[in-house]
């Protein structure tokens, strides 16, 4: 019963009028697939969803098994790769809730996640459809592994500082010098090099926290390079009560 060499002892018969004998399983794994290839490419975030042709990045879905429908010649109409179609209309809708839906990319054997949006509920802005769309994008799950990435980082470099002798600004200075260090405002720049610079814009700013001494307040603004969307404005990233010595 073993169809290959090197698998288990199991062989799955999917033939049938209708597909109640597929084995379904959670997108969330195909999507911690690709958040995992974008990574081991880039080591970044930001190419986690959309399909560009051609090309195996983004949030196209490769190898799931393939079962295409009975045509002459073979192989011509691929059954969809999800167990719902999800319109347009309704991946927004979901994506507005929170959800990531995964979408079949129509006579291929491939899915697609076009949207990550994450549980935080962006504000909305009465008077301001600009800050209103900026916090829309900041919301989204791409962005925030990207700048959360960052922000790791920065916590260790500053708590490496614990106990030292040294201003704010000698500590703003020394991490804005190595945040330049990932940042170039080319729009035009290769794939390859936004990996290598993945920021097109960045500052940091630190300040002393009145009647605490030695403990400081740290303000991060990155603007990342947008490959699907335009970010008019900066993310920020406060930390609190930061202590570097007294």
Same mark, same amino acid.
């Given at each position: 019963?073993?169809?290959?060499?090197?698998?288990?002892?199991? *062989?799955?018969?999917?033939?049938?009028?209708?597909?109640? *004998?597929?084995?379904?399983?959670?997108? !969330?794994?195909?999507?911690?697939?690709? $958040?995992?290839?974008?990574?081991?490419?880039?080591?970044?975030? !930001?190419?986690?969803?959309? $399909?560009?042709?051609? $090309?195996?990045?983004?949030?196209? +879905?490769?190898?799931?098994?393939?079962?295409?429908? %009975?045509?002459?010649?073979? @192989?011509?109409? &691929?059954?969809? #790769?999800?167990?719902?179609? +999800?319109? &347009?209309?309704?991946?927004?809708?979901l994506?507005?809730?929170?959800?990531?839906?995964?979408? %079949?990319?129509?006579?291929?054997?491939?899915?697609?996640?076009?949207?990550? @949006?994450?549980?935080n509920?962006?504000?909305?802005?009465?008077?301001?459809?600009?800050?209103?769309?900026? !916090?829309r994008?900041? !919301?989204?799950?791409?962005?925030?592994?990207?700048? #959360? /990435?960052?922000?790791?980082?920065?916590?260790?470099?500053?708590?490496?500082?614990?106990?030292?002798? +040294? #201003?704010?600004?000698?500590? &703003?200075?020394?991490?804005?010098?190595?945040? %330049?260090?990932?940042?170039?405002?080319?729009?035009?720049? #290769?794939?390859?090099?936004?990996a290598?610079?993945?920021? /097109?814009?960045?500052?940091?700013?630190?300040? &002393?926290?009145?009647?605490?001494p030695?403990?400081?307040?740290?303000?991060?603004?990155?603007?990342?390079?947008?490959?699907?969307?335009?970010?008019?404005?900066?993310?920020?990233? +406060?930390?609190?009560?930061?202590?570097?010595?007294?």
């Amino acid at each position: 019963f073993r169809s290959n060499p090197f698998g288990f002892r199991f *062989r799955e018969e999917v033939e049938g009028p209708n597909r109640d *004998r597929f084995l379904w399983g959670s997108a !969330a794994w195909a999507f911690g697939a690709i $958040v995992c290839r974008a990574f081991a490419a880039s080591a970044w975030f !930001a190419d986690i969803r959309g $399909v560009q042709r051609g $090309v195996d990045s983004g949030g196209l +879905v490769t190898g799931l098994p393939s079962h295409p429908f %009975h045509t002459d010649p073979a @192989g011509t109409a &691929e059954r969809s #790769s999800v167990e719902v179609q +999800v319109s &347009e209309a309704r991946e927004a809708e979901l994506c507005e809730q929170g959800f990531i839906p995964l979408s %079949h990319c129509k006579d291929t054997p491939y899915s697609a996640f076009y949207a990550n @949006g994450s549980v935080n509920e962006p504000e909305k802005f009465a008077n301001d459809e600009l800050a209103t769309a900026n !916090a829309r994008l900041s !919301a989204m799950l791409q962005y925030v592994l990207c700048c #959360s /990435r960052i922000a790791h980082y920065l916590k260790v470099k500053v708590r490496d500082r614990i106990g030292s002798q +040294v #201003s704010a600004r000698q500590i &703003e200075d020394e991490l804005v010098s190595w945040i %330049h260090g990932y940042v170039t405002p080319d729009d035009r720049a #290769s794939p390859d090099m936004k990996a290598r610079y993945p920021l /097109r814009d960045a500052r940091i700013q630190i300040e &002393e926290i009145p009647g605490r001494p030695g403990q400081y307040d740290m303000t991060m603004f990155l603007q990342p390079h947008f490959q699907l969307d335009q970010l008019s404005s900066t993310i920020s990233f +406060v930390a609190s009560r930061v202590e570097l010595g007294i």
